[in-house]
């Protein structure tokens, strides 16, 4: 059996009708509000990192941006790849 991280007690001042929200999604997900919340802490922090990987790429790709050559190469083998996909 796997063992669980420790976890730590917070204390995070919510508005009323945010709490109401979170507690009643949660039951119809049958959910402890804990449970509720460190999800959406987890998917708010993978929300972010996936913006600053693009933001990364973006910044990347304008310091050094593909070669015409490459994206014409490159085209010619997804148009031969994709005709085979079934769609």
């Known amino acids: 059996m796997a063992k669980s ?5 917070i204390q995070v ?5 945010l ?14 509000r804990a449970a509720f919340i460190r999800e959406a802490c987890k998917q708010r922090l993978k929300a972010l990192r996936a913006e600053e990987l693009d933001r990364l790429y973006v910044e990347g790709y304008r310091k050094k941006p ?4 490459w994206a014409e190469t490159s085209v010619k083998l997804l148009s031969k790849r994709l005709r085979k996909e079934k769609w």
């Open 5 to 9: 991280k420790a976890k730590k007690i």
């Open 13 to 17: 001042p919510i508005e009323d009708e």
């Open 19 to 32: 709490l109401e929200r979170i507690d009643a999604t949660a039951g119809i997900v049958a959910e402890s």
């Open 66 to 69: 593909e070669e015409v050559q």
